[in-house]
């Protein structure tokens, strides 16, 4: 006989709820953009009331907020939970880069969310602590190789870091087009010029380090243009 699970507390419907409310504004912002987007919809798409919504999340804003701050926490620990098994660093690149090639073509609606966020936001930056954390799960697994001897001490982390997005970013447009949803090859070669260019014995290019903090600037920059380009087609 099975046993009857213990009723949910206050909180626990709280959360329940609340979730509810951010999967059910997550399918309405991708169906009908932001300013298509209504409270009332998202309301009855959750189960609630409308009333009901605005004690969770005061504006339409706020909760586009909320909506594409979970997607990038979430995407954040699924990337470190997809490098976590690799100790050898260009396995854990190429384990990440396998995640992000098919983030970016599995999750690009909720992606193209974050293209438009910035701009019904007062203060735009406001997504930088997400992207931050989530760019640097590529920063850690680098830094990694560079303690253990394994990528040059020299090598420009910043530039590393554009390359590996910007290609998979780049890939990922070209796959999208021709209706293909992933290729190892993409990720083999990128984590194979990588090992080449960065491992102990080759030579750096030589460039001044931009400032950290535009780390997720250059991301989300990344991210628009493959929108643009996405949508032109």
């Known amino acids: 006989m099975s046993r009857q699970r213990p009723p949910l507390t206050r909180r626990e419907k709280v959360e329940v709820r609340e979730q509810a409310i951010l999967d059910a504004a997550r399918d309405v912002f991708i169906e009908q953009g932001y300013d298509g987007a209504r409270m009332a919809e998202i309301a009855h798409k959750a189960g609630i009331a409308e009333g009901t919504i605005y004690l969770y999340y005061r504006t339409k804003t706020v909760l586009m907020r909320a909506v594409v701050g979970a997607f990038w926490i979430r995407l954040t620990a699924d990337a470190e939970a997809a490098v976590r098994p690799h100790d050898c660093p260009f396995e854990a690149l190429q384990a990440l880069a396998r995640f992000h090639l098919q983030a970016v073509i599995e999750r690009f609606d909720v992606i193209g969310l974050s293209q438009a966020l910035p701009a019904k936001l007062d203060e735009p930056t406001a997504l930088r602590g997400e992207l931050r954390s989530y760019v640097s799960v590529f920063d850690q697994i680098f830094q990694r190789g560079r303690d253990r001897g394994l990528i040059r001490p020299n090598a420009a ?25 992933y290729d190892a090859d993409v990720v083999d070669n990128l984590v194979r010029l990588i090992r080449a260019h960065y491992a102990p014995g080759t030579v750096s290019p030589q460039a001044g380090p931009p400032d950290p903090a535009d780390a997720p600037s250059l991301l989300i920059d990344r991210l628009e243009a493959v929108v643009t380009r996405l949508e032109q087609l």
């Open 157 to 181: 982390l910043w530039m590393a870091r554009d390359v590996f997005y910007g290609s998979l970013e780049y890939s990922a447009r070209t796959l999208m087009q021709r209706g293909e949803t």
